[in-house]
């Protein structure tokens, strides 16, 4: 047992020195951070509990970020989950040419991000754009996406869905490991698609739809690029997203106590919400064993 | 068992094949070319966020430094603007600042407040500061100003002014039929002067006439809107600093006043309307500016569009002025202006080269050499003696409507934003308030009283801490 | 091995596949043909000039009407991306072999042994996950600059053989769910733990690792800031900055950056199409194997 235990610690270890050597330290100074007042160059002064004070009880925009961001996971994580699961399955049908189609739904993922956000400028203009250019075919006025309150914010939801493809591949991944074994017994005790979908495949994918849940809502709350890039947190603070304003704080404004206390917080919340899926999975996830 | 043989063959082939392609990118790696190109002279590290076109004349300007003298060499770096200063500061903080930077957020006050730039005073002669408190305009000293102390060297300014397309405003019959159709010389740009709007509410007017709308009500060609409650706030008198008492100034009735017509113009349009088309127009870049494409009749933009028009729309008769203004109370030659400016961070390992190199560049001690840079860029110097050389007044010669900027840059009249510590959050305040005011949803009051508490707030809470302001 | 697989469908269903993929096809595929017409048209020709507030959607307005290839030519003159290629090769293969490997080790230990403190532990690397870095990047650097390792590359390599939460997290799903006999089956042959990891485990993972290995590459192809951070010679940035340099301070150089862009996902879809032939594969070695 002691063995297994030494073996244990061995195979971890390349990630527990990396833990202790580059990410221990940091996150400590972090969290001292929060206590203090500190603009990047002078030394930080301790203010004690004061920037959490604030942040409870003086500032609006930081519900209001809060708020943003908790509906955004709220949207983004479970349509990107079914719509992930959905494209995968169908995307491991034996088809010709599923190669090609792969590639396809998979390519809005690879653009580098200075051009998908400079692509859907262009898609998501109220004039020429390709959006409201299509609705204007069946003669529909589309809305003026990124400016006005509330599109700019299903626009990004809608960008990040976009390249869903990420996710897609890791259930893709995921059905290639369900054994061909299962599904012949399936086969032969009469089963059809459907059936076999429900009752083989998605079980065997749990715990890869679990995995997707857990980096979707990490991720979800840490949100913040495209909509840096596109809509810098308008119309009217409509798509400032919690990490949006987090950036602000910290690398505009050279605030990174106040900063610091915030990313805290954000830490606290994301924690808890895993902790609860964590809770759960037993009752939903089968490891096949 | 063949099987297994070719299988463990083909193994070893992509084993082999990938340690090839290893060496060979390692080998790539290790005869990295030497950047260097006097090795044996002082480096000066030059971070600036020039790209494309702006960056070979910037480029060029530090090949020509280098070659003008033997001590130092410039090697620049051109950063991505979005992520430029949180690299700075991350060198900064680490120790390992450049010897000079380029900047044209708005830092100056709160990197200067946090001793992260050097007062230009520790770094200039007594005779070189004197020099530039004469000699540079009232506007660049005050964009370099924190606590009564130059931190930075204004490199160019960026002055905004009113540009008229003379074919539409013939079409409108707006400029009798005899004003010329376009200006080629000085005397058509004093003609047209004349007849061009004298206040605003007459530029406002005209703006209505030009407004060309489709069957559905979108707009196809704006004709003028007044926008930035930044740059109305002084042509209206109002403005948010007073230099002599060194406060802010916030919920003034100027500012009030410039505010409530600004909102006004956009409800008589429409916000909703507004947005649509000017989000349409998708890039502002040379020929595809909607000025010169005809989408737009009258606008407000930046000096450096007249080298643009000369370079991709040559063929277009425009005019500028500077902003009129109201026909009570406000400022002639007023807005707001900003510019890029040359940063010292305080650390760093060359800071008389970045000197040398700053000198070379602005021309403080050879405004005859410099002017060839800025005529080239078509920037607008800092100092009026590049404005006179001769090669500079060859160039507005060349392109009359220039006079209107270097006109503007003159005037006592122009702002910068306050030079508070808290300067890029104030800039950012500013703009939500004249958003929540432009969109309707906060009466220009509210927004202004919104605007004035939150200022509170920040001064409030840099009291908790300890600073004066 | 070419029997029937229970997976295959009747010719109508194949055909009922293909109409729903091509029509799911389009709204993922169009922004992407507009990027590639954009890299080949005329600055004049990319936006509407006509005098109309608002266009209708039809398609020959999308493409360009005389391919400009000279955008192409153009953008690459802009740097020496000879130069970013290289490095960001050299920084794509370093990052995969060292974040693929390490993260399949840690993987393997959380999900297949017992040791004390692995619920813990497991917790903690999730944990890494969940501090937005805008307030870590400080410290970061520091611990970079206290190592020596400013200014050289150092910073983009090693930390990629410490492992990948994201990844150990993935490939432990994974590999919990490969069936206990299977591992038992190599500890009674007397093979060791790690025989068992690299000869049973790695191979059934197979999927999964290329998964990581094609989002690794990807991550380091994409990441502009980091070598912008540590590194002050623009002879060692890599092709995501030359990327970087058309987003212009007064207006985007729209075909340009779309050539690029256009340039820069190309090798990234080539990696993409080969990589799914070991997608095919992993059905039939794991059918096999049983």
């Known amino acids: ?289 | 068992m063949d099987g297994e043989r070719r299988r463990k063959l083909k193994k070893a082939a992509t084993a082999a094949g990938a340690c090839i392609l290893a060496a060979f990118l390692f080998g790539w790696f290790l005869e990295s070319p030497e950047p260097r190109k006097y090795p044996e002279r002082e480096p000066v590290v030059f971070w600036h966020m020039w790209t494309t076109e702006w960056k070979v004349i910037v480029d060029d300007i530090c090949t020509r430094f280098n070659e003008s003298q033997d001590v130092y060499e410039v090697i620049p770096l051109s950063l991505p603007k979005g992520v430029a200063d949180s690299k700075f500061l991350l060198a900064a903080a680490g120790g390992e600042p450049p010897d000079c930077m380029a900047e044209w957020h708005q830092v100056v006050p709160q990197f200067a407040n946090s001793k992260l730039i050097l007062p230009l005073d520790e770094i200039m002669t007594a005779e070189e500061l004197a020099t530039f408190r004469s000699q540079a305009y009232p506007i660049a000293q005050k964009i370099s100003a924190f606590n009564g102390r130059p931190y930075c060297m204004p490199l160019a300014l960026d002055v905004r002014a009113c540009y008229y397309r003379l074919d539409h405003l013939h079409q409108a019959g707006l400029i009798p039929a005899s004003a010329p159709a376009r200006v080629a010389t000085q005397a058509e740009f004093e003609e047209l002067r004349a007849v061009l709007p004298q206040t605003l509410e007459e530029l406002t007017e005209w703006g209505r006439k030009l407004n060309v709308f489709d069957s559905k009500g979108r707009l196809v060609r704006l004709g003028f809107i007044p926008q930035w409650f930044r740059m109305f706030a002084s042509v209206f008198g109002g403005g948010f600093y007073d230099w002599e008492n060194n406060e802010l100034l916030i919920s003034t009735p100027e500012n009030l006043q410039a505010l409530t017509f600004l909102a006004e113009q956009q409800k008589a349009i429409g916000f909703d309307r507004m947005e649509r088309f000017l989000s349409s127009l998708t890039t502002s870049h040379g020929a595809d500016w909607p000025f010169a494409t005809g989408k737009r009749s009258v606008s407000i933009d930046g000096q450096w569009k007249v080298q643009q028009l000369h370079k991709f729309a040559p063929d277009i008769p425009y005019m500028t002025t500077p902003i009129p203004p109201p026909k009570s109370g406000g400022k002639k030659m007023a807005g707001w202006v900003h510019g890029n400016f040359m940063t010292f961070p305080k650390g760093a390992k060359n800071t008389a080269g970045a000197w040398a190199f700053t000198l070379f560049w602005t021309g403080q001690d050879n405004p005859e050499r410099a002017s060839e840079f800025y005529t080239r860029a078509g920037w607008l110097p800092p100092s009026p003696a590049i404005a006179e050389t001769r090669r500079y007044r060859a160039y507005v010669r060349e392109h009359p409507q220039f006079q209107t900027f270097i006109d503007i840059l003159a005037s006592p009249n122009i702002e910068s934003t306050p030079p508070v510590p808290f300067q890029l959050q104030l800039y950012d305040l500013i703009k939500r308030a004249d958003e929540s005011a432009m969109r309707g949803s906060l009466t220009p009051e509210q927004a202004l009283r919104k605007l004035n508490d939150e200022v509170d707030e920040i001064l409030n809470r840099r009291k908790e801490f300890g600073h004066e302001n | ?290």
């Open chain 1, 1 to 289: 047992m002691r063995g297994q235990a030494l073996k244990g610690y061995l195979f971890i270890s390349p990630w527990l020195i990396g833990f202790a050597l580059l990410v221990a330290a940091p996150f400590i100074a972090s969290i001292y951070l929060s206590f203090t007042h500190y603009d990047i160059i002078s030394p930080a002064e301790w203010v004690g509990g004061s920037n959490y004070k604030r942040l409870f009880t003086e500032d609006p925009l930081f519900w209001k970020s809060l708020v943003v961001t908790l509906k955004y996971a709220l949207v983004a994580v479970p349509v990107g989950t079914v719509l992930g699961v959905g494209m995968a399955l169908l995307l491991n049908l034996d088809v010709r040419g599923i190669r090609f189609y792969r590639t396809a739904f998979y390519l809005p993922s690879i653009v580098p991000m200075v051009a998908s956000c400079a692509v859907f400028s262009w898609v998501l203009n109220p004039h020429i754009g390709l959006m409201n250019s299509i609705l204007r075919g069946i003669g529909v006025e589309g809305p003026a996406w990124l400016t006005s309150e509330p599109w700019a914010f299903y626009s990004l939801v809608m960008m990040s869905l976009w390249s869903v493809g990420g996710s897609m591949i890791i259930y893709l991944a995921g059905l290639k490991d369900v054994p061909a074994s299962l599904y012949e017994a399936a086969v032969v005790d009469g089963a059809n698609a459907w059936q076999r979908t429900v009752h083989i495949t998605l079980p065997m994918l749990t715990p890869v739809i679990f995995f997707n849940l857990v980096m979707g809502t990490i991720n979800a709350f840490q949100y913040f690029a495209q909509a840096y890039i596109m809509t810098e947190g308008g119309p009217e603070d409509s798509t400032t997203f919690y990490a949006l304003y987090l950036f602000q704080r910290s690398w505009r404004y050279l605030d990174m106590g106040y900063a610091s206390a915030m990313a805290w917080i954000l830490f606290v919340i994301i924690m808890l919400i895993t902790a609860l899926l964590f809770k759960t999975h037993k009752k939903w996830v089968h490891y096949g064993r």
């Open chain 3, 1 to 290: 091995m070419k029997t029937k697989s229970p997976l295959s469908l009747t010719r109508r269903q194949k055909w009922a596949a293909h109409v729903v993929l091509v029509v799911l096809c389009i709204p993922f595929l169009m922004p992407i043909v507009w990027m590639v017409a954009t890299s080949l048209k005329s600055n004049e020709d990319i936006f509407p000039q006509e005098n109309q507030a608002a266009i209708t959607f039809n398609i020959s307005s999308m493409l360009p009407k005389d391919p400009q290839w000279q955008n192409y030519k153009a953008a690459l003159q802009t740097g020496p991306f000879h130069l970013y290629l290289r490095n960001s090769l050299l920084l794509c293969t370093l990052n995969v072999i060292g974040a693929v490997f390490s993260s399949a080790l840690a993987a393997y230990g959380f999900a297949r042994l017992r040791f004390p403190g692995k619920e813990g532990l497991f917790i903690l690397l999730i944990a890494t996950m969940a501090l937005p870095r805008h307030v870590t990047m400080i410290p970061v650097f520091t611990i970079f600059k206290m190592l020596g390792w400013y200014g050289t590359l150092l910073p983009l390599i090693v930390p990629a053989f410490f492992g990948n939460p994201f990844f150990i997290f993935l490939l432990r799903q994974f590999f919990q769910t490969i069936p206990a006999d299977l591992a038992e089956a190599g500890t009674i042959d007397g093979a060791g733990e790690f025989r068992i990891f690299s000869q049973i485990m790695l191979p059934l993972a197979k999927p999964a690792l290329i998964t990581c290995a094609l989002f690794q590459f990807l991550a380091t192809w994409n990441d502009f800031f980091g070598p912008l951070l540590y590194i002050n010679d623009p002879a060692k940035y890599t092709v995501a900055y030359g990327l970087q340099q058309f987003m212009g301070s007064h207006g985007t150089a729209w075909a340009q950056l779309m050539a690029v862009a256009t340039l820069f996902t190309l090798p990234i879809v080539i990696l993409f199409f080969c990589a799914q032939k070991v997608f095919i594969q992993g059905i039939s070695t794991t059918g096999a194997t049983r």
